[in-house]
């Protein structure tokens, strides 16, 4: 390999660890605003967390958790927050 295909590598591992942490953060903030009582925000976290690291977040079993408990709080869920329950595979 040269040394430009090496960087080009490298420079996506990079990218890839830093979506990593990026998505932790957000997954973070969902639990934090949800003990705050902010349903609405920690949605909105669950939805940055999936556009920035798709499979992770898929794959976390936090997120699962906390889909369930945003489902319980709603009287009426909103389509979104179906439609992204089936993603997640928590419903």
Same mark, same amino acid.
Do not use: K, M
């Given at each position: 390999m040269?040394? @430009?295909q090496n960087e080009q590598i490298g420079r996506r591992i990079a990218a890839a660890r830093s979506a990593r942490r990026m998505s932790q953060s957000e &997954? =973070?903030?969902? =639990?934090?605003?949800?003990? &705050?009582? #902010?349903?609405?925000? =920690?949605? @909105?976290? *669950?939805q940055? =967390?999936?556009?920035?690291?798709? #499979? #992770?977040? @898929?794959?976390?079993?936090?997120?699962?958790e906390a889909l369930i408990? &945003? *489902?319980r *709080?709603? *009287?009426s869920p909103s389509e979104a927050l179906i439609s992204y329950s089936e993603w997640a595979r928590a419903v």
């Open positions: 040269s040394s @430009r &997954l =973070a903030n969902t =639990a934090h605003v949800s003990w &705050l009582g #902010q349903r609405d925000e =920690a949605f @909105r976290c *669950l940055t =967390a999936r556009h920035i690291a798709p #499979q #992770q977040t @898929r794959e976390h079993p936090y997120v699962r408990t &945003l *489902l *709080l709603h *009287l």
